[in-house]
């Protein structure tokens, strides 16, 4: 079956699964939709049908050797060649330069760049910072296929054309803005301040139901 042909709903639970995998103690050797449904909270049916639709079967009354269902759902997600570059080193691009969690949904974020850095800076976890002129030579000598902008919303256009050029199709833009994109190109929008006033929103719509029973 192919990705086109799988619910978004699925799709978007396909990283839960793989978290779940990768967390679970080294000594497990086979993984149940019945685990994953009690390690995730979710329903025992729809784990059971999206690894039927995602994987090979199970085997009777042990489920999937654990190895092989990770490797199946990160081959399906296309995690095995997640090389990334994050454009734009300021606060929030340096706490997400060495997050290690990235690495378990097979993304590795190689190297950063801005305009503000003038010569190549080595970072404790081994990774470098480059300045921006760098930034096509790099990826197309890394094959890079995905970026990460988290620079101002004013440059946030001009990056993602550069990244484009460079033959970068993937973009995950940290920018609180909108942005044209070709039509081949997938984004992905995080604006963090928009989550925190939904996460607010309701939390008062939770207070108003309360008040009213």
Known sequence: MTKSEIS?????????YIR???NLPEDVVYVSATLIAKELG???VQVRKDLALLCKKGRPKVGYVRQELLESLQEFLECGDGNAVIVGIGKLG???IDYPEFENYGT????????????????PSGKKLYPQEC???FCEENKVNLGIIAVPP???QTVLNRLYSCGIKQIWCLAPCRLYTPADVII???NMALSLAHLKLQSNQNKTTEVKT
């Open 8 to 16: 978004k709903a699925t799709l978007g639970r396909i990283p839960q």
């Open 20 to 22: 779940c995998i990768v």
């Open 42 to 44: 979710l329903g025992e």
């Open 94 to 96: 340096r706490a997400l």
């Open 108 to 123: 590795k974020i190689l190297a950063g760049f801005d305009k503000e850095i003038n010569e190549e800076i080595e970072l």
């Open 135 to 137: 930034l096509e030579e």
């Open 154 to 156: 004013n440059s946030a």
């Open 188 to 190: 992905q929008y995080e």
